[in-house]
């Protein structure tokens, strides 16, 4: 067998590995559960947008470095466009994330009212 066909078996060999990995790495920090809150939310998004930004900038500089082949452009197109959106995201998530902790978001005062009207009614407790 050649190089690349002894790479390729082994990439196939370690794939379901490593998606374990990283399922175990999402549940560990909580990716798989239900946000608790906004600010859980927006840092999930924003997490998400840097995993992105990780994957996708590398791609797009390395295949425009090499000129894309004609039959790549259009993967070098969706990695840009990709790489566009998820640093939108990942900017609106950032900014609604600093506009909430700073209490100049829309639902800043509400938020806590509603999280203590849910456990309250999840423990039973009779309102005042």
Known sequence: MS???LL???AILASPA??????RA????GFLDPPVDR???LRRAILAALYAFLIFLPVFLFGWERRWPRA????GVASGLALVFFAA???????????????QGSGASGQG???????RSSTLIPDP
Do not use: C, M, P
Not at 18 to 23: G, H, P
Not at 89 to 103: E, H, V
């Open 39 to 41: 600010q859980h939310e």
């Open 26 to 29: 999402a549940k560990g920090l």
């Open 113 to 119: 009212s509603r999280a203590e009207t849910s456990d």
């Open 72 to 75: 790549w452009i259009a993967f």
């Open 89 to 103: 995201s990942g900017l609106i998530s950032a900014r609604a994330l600093w506009r909430l902790r700073n209490g």
């Open 8 to 10: 390729l078996l082994a």
């Open 3 to 5: 190089r690349a066909s």
């Open 18 to 23: 490593a998606a374990y990995l990283v399922y």
